[in-house]
């Protein structure tokens, strides 16, 4: 086995696909800085109590743990930046009002979603704290919609959710309270059937428990036709009413060419989102290019709860499904250290040129680069010609 194999599922980035990404993490960050979004940057290794607060088990079995020579406390390599920036609001910019932070940095993962997933990506994202409103759940997705759409996405769809729906639902009987872990996996994966089954596997669940529970796995599609039928259809229980009735007004204000629908059984990340969850996906890739949502109170685990709402997203799975990149044309200057030569290389890089100096001997053997102009000497002057 050779020394310059990677691990599974881990990856160099070479340089054309670098620079697509980097020309995206700036266009990005400057976008979310026109929101008044403020970039923060935590550090990607710290204590695990702090990575791990009120996050749920799915974050702990993907996040890589080991032990900090300095403390012997267990550190965690972060798998995910919003408990981060959580923290980063609770107790370091500790803030009365609207408080809104944008990161980019990656995150490493101990097992990969499927075959194809990288384990390390590249998370951006953008986060509001300190309004409980629709507005700030409006403001959050109007940006990830931007996002896409700065990056040159076409064909964007927008998928809702809301787990106050099957929260209610399952606290609504102890039994199926207690067995959480089982029904939310069975919701996701919209396991009627499975669903179903549960009245041998769970003692006591309710029938009415899983009427309700195998309705849900099937309320996706249509707006208004999904809220209609889960009106007619589930309990009428404050739970569920507060939470479609929060889906419908998010809808409202939401731009009219937007492609939208509604996944009531898409619960993903259950235990940690407190509010509309969501999702963009778009032509071109396989999966969930986008994720957001309302996740109230987790900065309680650093002494202060806060409302807050967000999304994030692979930049490195983003760029990966993009157009290629024009490749930038370049300037051939000779090599040589003649003061008019120097002046004229320094004139040409601070207008935004690519000037590359031909070594001793060699060539330059850039992929990255179209060389269509050289530095000439003419008649004691130096001139950019055409090749």
């Known amino acids: ?3 310059w194999l990677l691990p599974e599922n881990l990856a160099d980035v070479l340089p054309l696909e670098a620079r697509r990404i980097e020309e995206l993490r700036h266009k990005l960050i400057d976008l979310y800085k026109t929101y008044g979004f403020e970039i923060v940057c935590p550090p990607i290794v710290e204590y695990i109590d702090s990575l791990l607060s009120s996050t749920g088990s799915d974050l702990n079995l993907r996040t890589c743990k080991l032990i900090d020579q300095l403390s012997g406390r267990t550190l965690g390599v972060r798998a995910d930046m919003t408990p981060q920036i959580s923290r980063i609001d609770a107790h370091l910019l500790n803030r009365d009002g609207v408080t809104r932070l944008c990161y980019c940095g990656n995150v490493f993962n101990a097992y990969p979603n499927d075959a194809l ?7 951006i994202g953008a986060e509001i704290y300190g309004h409980p409103g629709v507005e700030a759940d409006y403001e959050i997705i109007q940006l990830s919609l931007d996002t896409l759409k700065t990056a040159g996405v076409k064909g964007i769809k927008l998928d809702l959710c809301h787990p106050g729906v099957v929260r209610s639902i399952i606290n609504s009987d102890y039994a ?8 939310i996996s069975l919701i996701r994966e919209k396991d009627v059937s ?3 089954g549960l009245a041998d596997k769970i003692k006591n669940i309710r029938s009415d428990t899983l009427n309700s529970l ?3 796995s099937s309320l996706y599609g249509d707006t208004y036709d999904v809220l209609s039928l889960a009106r007619r259809s589930l309990p009428s ?9 929060e889906l419908e007004t998010l809808i409202h204000t939401l731009p009219s060419e937007v492609e939208l629908s509604i996944d009531l059984a898409d619960v993903w990340g259950y235990g940690y989102h407190s509010g509309v969850t969501f999702s963009l996906y778009a032509e071109g890739w396989r999966d969930t290019l986008v994720s957001g949502g309302r996740y109230d109170n987790v900065g309680i685990a650093f002494g202060r709860a806060r409302p807050a709402t967000g999304f994030s997203l ?3 799975k983003l760029a990966a499904g993009l157009l ?3 490749k930038p044309s370049a300037i051939l200057a000779p090599w040589g250290r003649d003061e008019k030569l120097l002046k004229i290389i320094r004139s040409l890089r601070q207008d935004g040129n690519i000037v590359i100096q031909i070594l001793p001997g060699s060539y330059p053997s850039q992929d990255e680069f179209v060389f269509d102009r050289k530095l000439v000497l003419f008649n004691d002057v130096w001139q950019v010609d055409d090749l």
């Open 194 to 196: 499975g669903l179903a």
């Open 1 to 3: 086995m050779g020394n």
């Open 237 to 245: 229980i404050p739970g569920i009413i507060g939470s479609l009735d």
């Open 314 to 316: 692979d930049l490195r």
């Open 324 to 326: 290629p990149v024009k």
């Open 176 to 183: 199926a309270s207690v067995n959480i872990d089982l029904i």
């Open 117 to 123: 997933s990288s384990r390390e990506q590249l998370q």
């Open 214 to 216: 195998q309705l849900v």
